[in-house]
């Protein structure tokens, strides 16, 4: 199989701990080349810690100088856009962070190009890629779950309402903890509805703690730039019935610091993903499974496995990009219900 | 204080167990003269077992014959309209059982009869006597938890679909586990808000597991007369931002048998209310509070007593005809939203 | 149906306590018309207690009076052959409590009779109709399990060597632990092999304990008259390679005060019996199943409606006069080999 | 003291990571100067990771250019026999990885050569040398436990079948379960009762799950190509009628994923040996004793100094050549009587 | 044995459930003629309930008409004193509640009377008969503690000041927390040194929750009329330099609602004694021992038949005039230490 | 800010560790020039180590050659008294080890002489830079708490005798386990109470064990040269009657192997330490409040800089040289309670 030229966007945090390790441990499937940032000093010294032979200061030089047969964008959400968007034209695979974009015309246009070129887009949602959406998974193929008919999702943290980055800031994030926390569980939720649009949407969406400030979790953040949700709650109903529970927050006066699960609901049986827990009838009694030996996965390594697959034409169970297009759209008909 | 009479309509489980022992607990305010059933030998014997001097077979006898100061209804829920109707009219104070009706339009009824009248009208929702809710609107008084703007309320049974009585019957109950189960939780949500009522509602109600059979926990329920849903799922959005995620199940593959709870989130304080638990700040730290000495409630004797209270002119925290036909309603709009 | 007449003989605790209450809760099926213990005065209170009819001294005197369809056999265990052989010979069904009999060749004896005259003979081991082991055979049927090869079977008590009645008395008991307690599950062990006879045993019996004296938590025993083992431990190996290991005890040093249980391992599940968890592969993972909703049942009520079934000629799972005479020789291999 | 000259036999993971530490780790008393195994490279590459001068291809050459006074053997069962032999031959003292050999009859042949030569030969059998083991012989000694007379011994893996090196081969390894991991516990119990030999031995071995394959725990291995035994339980009966249930697998479907322990009942006391746990009478009531401050041992390292001790003429608590030609000839008459 | 004839003073709750019960279930001992009470109807009451011939408003009467061999002493604290000299004037043995007497003076003449006629006075401190102070007594006579040098003994209520009776009235009661409750767990600790007394003491005394008010959890207390302290610290020191810290409250703002306990150590062992555990050396180790079999006493039942014991001339461990007097004057000296 | 330029005198490992790390941590408010230890070798080891430059034999040499501003003195408690006084007289501020010396004259001494000077001398009472600690104090001055009336502090290991250093040396200790232990709680107790002087003290000293031996677990330290007490008990009571019990030991007969906690018990709140607990009324009911969130400081960086702090005129809560001397005369008039 021939190897893969990979170019990295973005020099931060999840370029540097996420992606390139991920990625330099397939060797046999791709080189990554390139680092491609702003600030040049932060690529050239990321290049270097990895071994990578370029460092870009501007993604004109990184296309003209080395044609990445794949481009993985690392970079805040309002630049999503713009640089997948380049990438495609250069004719560049594109692996992206999530969210998608920080609307849904974005994220539309992104997968129209993308069928356009007949590159693969496709977005970083590793939780797929954890055991226990793996069994879960095989839990609906085999018929163990039936019909699935409602899920509850959520990814709350008490106060974690970063005190770093630009996580407050919407022109640059789009949103707050739905764009940065609830997508994670809302992606796996449609993926065990096999991704349908909604035909109805409530949401609301708060900035209580965000705005007054208090005790943090994640560093201090400064209440009078908090411009984000601190919290959102939405349903969502589908076609045919389905329903989803959507809850996510940065900061909520709840008793765990962070909690992140689903429950899916299904005709025959009922999981709770974390840890995950099977609730059935066997054998004519109500049973509950559990399974004590699933492996820990380094998620971010099988997602990047997967992205590679996708490039390679094999199956794949990494985001699309008409996926992405259509969470991108449920959070922004979340947004608006919720009037923000 | 002159004693109250009071007469019982309805020979069956909770009349005998719960509404007659918790009037006979308070013989100096109120004087149980009359147990009223179709089956007059009903009727007689639990008049006898409980030394209540009158038994009738017609709710006409009675009136006739006692001309009850109160009366309390046990009847099942699409005999609670007629029944208070005419009890109202017969110049009564009524403590009927809930919910208040099967659909909206007979609760705002009765709440304008007994404006009307100048009479009272109760619903008998006990939770909220228990001493978890008293410690809740203590807090919330006494400002601890701040703006409320979020619950969740749950009121699930894994395989509780009940093998007795008419529980499966859409025509008499008017519903499944919303109906019976789920207005529990929902009328508690509603008073930690002050009973607003919503502008948004949207929900979706299921039977595939009372339509298929299996285990049942309580009883065995036959799968070919289950009219009813076995679970409703829904969302309440307010004016002002407020939001409910109200979920209720009579058969839901979930673990627990029983699971019966709600969360409040406030501003600067939530609550778990089963067992009481308060996340908020104290002394600039997040703070974890038990209340580890809540005394077990009689509830139904203190929701008698509230009622009693109402009838005397005095303060009084039963749910009132006007609250009951708020809530009717937001049930009706769920119903309606899932297509029932 | 005809309803049975019944007789019980022996005036003891377990009469009292077991049999005639779950008699006497089958009243459409049988009627207890006559108590019989060498002790008439005995025999004359219990039958009062229980408004039964007819109390007498000697079975002569119950035969010939009395010609009861079904005899209940509650004395000694070397009482056990030959008030079974009598009943038999007049034409009784018998329902006898464990042992079967104090050596193999009495309880072959016994089986054969009962074939010979073409009446029930059962043997009461109630632990088969708890909810546990009717859930263990529906695994076995339903495939859950596969083959069964290895069962682990085990009736311990730290401190429990009787202080009253004649546990520690040889030649009325036939033996200690294994004869009073070991036998209950090796029963079952046995049925979930369909209650094959071994082709190798090995054993060993021990009294340490007993002869020496101590603590004692079931009242307090006489280390200078006891007789019998206080532990015995054994191997069972059958043909096709199936094998038990097999302990019990009155008295060992080991933590718990009472431990029963089995371990049945199969070739695609195994079960704890107790509580019942099933340990097996589901959805390609290792999967551990709790039944967390198994009823309590009233396990003599169920034993005796099975021994009534078999003598209406239904199927039922009681034990048989067979199995009785198999486990029995069983029994007895053990003390051979152990040297007693 | 003079330092003794050490070599090992065997380049594997058993000589890299425990035997060359522990002798490395007593440098006053021994000095390791070659490693030898058939693959010179390997031989080479652990011997300059450890410092080591030599390292061979063959044991002639070890034994013409070094002369070591010490050799230990690190090699697949099937090799002891023959290595031990010829160090034996070469007047050197052995240590030798467990079990002894793949039969009894070199297991007593090479307990007679150590002895015709007056060599120490000595086996590896490290639980000898944990906490809890040291404490059971104190517990043993000091009379705590009275004369023991029955003990319960397995080792088992749910799913652990190695899915690397020769386990499951059988002209390697010369068995299973029993051979790899029953050898450890069964050589504890025999410990417990001074080593004595049996005089009667059943025995069951099974390989349901080995043939037929399945999600492996330590790897993946072929069913196709699974010659020994996944399971094998035994029952021993020694002279004076003490008695040992023995339990080991490689897979079995049971709870936990590993399991080894020991139950050791004596006639003043029991001990469950992990974690240590005393069963017995103190003051006149039962009593149970923890022993919460026990140490966790390098049982290597212990192990080698027993075996260094033994060298020296010292007292050591080694398994000495005659214990392994005992627990050989067990091993073996199980195979027999499992038909194996 | 001669019967003894038994009369009650007091008739209030501990005379009803405690003492007559106690004297009831050993009719073979001792018959209970009668009961004194002021409120002659209240003794009547009581009377009847117990089956008891005679009722007396005065021990005038009851003296001259009964000539009671046992008197037991159910009043308030203040009338110990004079209701014991009197009955020990008329030649009665005497069992009396705790405290012995509201001061140390009245304990002393009440021990010098008692001995002068030659009559048995004991105290009703019936922790002395519970499974674990038997036990603890058992391991000091052994030797399993060595020499006992510290105790701590703590007796806390976090809100338990009693909303009935005497308990907050200082003439009647003498005292609070110390009177009422310390004095059990101080006697304890001196039963395991063998009641010296101290050549120092050093106490305080507070009121704060008393006096302030609060929750309550035995009822309801007026703060205006509390006028003991609610929580007394003490500190004793032995000659020979044992010591113990004692700590007894009504109220204090501690963890659990209830918490009772002692800590003894010794040379060689110290025992916790609820639940019971003893910490020592076992075989060379430190050892943690539990015993999970004692039995639950009726303690009240087992007190009473120690002091018949002491009437009959027996051995008995009933807290004896001496020890009540040495108790007593302790108590004052703390009083007197923290300026009450 | 001028940077300080500090010594440190003594060369063993809580110089090590402890001090020079911390130090080292704040490169812009301190320089460290040098160590200074009677072993030259090991002083310039350690110097080497951390990268200062001189390591002196004397401290004659260090202030002649190095003028420090600041001196941490890491000797044994014997030196604390002459080097701190001939570092003031060198114009240093001292911070010192804990205890502050070995009799009271001397810490009296030590502030004096500081007072004089204008230096700041302090002790090294880390725990008082726990986050337990800080929000104690936070508790107190919000007023939670109320008056602080008792506090329990121990500090109690079970063999934790050390068996290295001086520790069980009379002469260069001062004491045992309260000089080393006890004085860390005491501390914090005092500082609860802002720091007064008792008016009265009693206390006792042990040394049973350590003049007994056996298991350690600390090492094992020699029973013939056991000089100091293994366990003191005292009873502190100060004017306005708050009071402190107080124990701590080396070794002693009891459960956990290290417990170190206080409880603080106020007249509206109650706080148990370890883990922190705040106990008291909220909302008009009991309420237990933790506090799941507190961070592990790294206590010794934050002692140092408060001690930095009290150098740079600022203000800390570092043990000040009166706060050491009212500390050091209580533990003096305890050992003289007990007769050491």
Redesign the interface.
């Known amino acids: 199989m021939t190897q893969l030229k990979a170019a990295i966007i973005g020099g931060g945090n999840i370029a540097d701990t996420n992606h390139i390790p991920a990625l330099k441990q397939q060797p046999d499937r791709v080189d990554v080349v390139a680092v491609c940032s702003r600030d040049q000093a932060k690529a050239r010294a990321l290049a270097d810690k990895h071994g990578i032979a370029h460092a870009f200061a501007s993604t004109n030089e990184l296309y003209q100088q080395c044609a990445p047969d794949v481009v993985v964008i690392c970079t805040p959400n309002n630049l999503h856009y713009p640089q997948t968007m380049e990438a495609l034209e250069h004719g560049s695979h594109v692996f992206c962070e999530k969210p998608p974009a920080i609307n849904a015309q974005q994220a539309r246009d992104m997968a129209r190009l993308a069928a356009q070129k007949g590159l693969v887009l496709a977005y970083n949602f590793q939780l797929r890629q954890t055991s226990e959406w793996a069994?879960l998974m095989?839990?609906k193929t085999?018929g163990?779950l039936?019909?699935i008919?409602?899920i509850?999702a959520h990814f709350l943290r008490?106060?974690g309402i970063p005190g770093w980055g630009y996580f407050t800031n919407k022109a640059m994030q789009g949103g707050g903890a739905l764009m940065d926390l609830g997508v994670h569980v809302l992606d796996l939720a449609l993926c065990a509805l096999d991704y349908p649009t909604p035909d109805?949407v409530?949401?609301?969406a708060?900035d209580?703690?965000g705005k007054?400030g208090?005790?943090g979790?994640m560093g201090s953040w400064k209440p009078e730039t908090f411009e984000v949700e601190d919290?959102t709650?939405?349903?969502l109903?589908f076609p045919g019935?389905?329903?989803i529970?959507l809850?996510a927050s940065f900061a909520?006066?709840?008793?765990a610091?962070k909690d992140r699960n689903l429950?899916i609901?299904?005709?025959?049986?009922?999981v709770?993903l974390f840890p995950f827990?099977?609730?059935?009838?066997?054998?004519?009694?109500?049973?509950?499974?559990?399974?004590?030996?699933?492996e820990d996965n380094d998620i971010q390594l099988k997602n990047t496995a997967a992205f590679l697959d996708a490039c390679e034409g094999k199956p794949s169970n990494v985001c699309t990009a008409e996926e992405g297009a259509i969470l991108q759209e449920i959070v922004e008909r979340i947004y608006q219900?919720?009037?923000r």
């Open positions: 069994l095989r839990c085999s163990l039936g019909d008919y409602h509850k008490r106060r109805q409530l949401g609301n708060y209580f703690i007054t208090g005790k979790l919290a709650m939405a349903y109903s019935k389905a329903s529970m809850s909520l006066n709840t008793q610091d429950e609901f299904g005709s025959k049986g009922g709770k827990s099977l609730h059935t009838e066997l054998a004519g009694e109500l049973a509950d499974v559990q399974f004590p030996y699933l219900s919720a009037g």
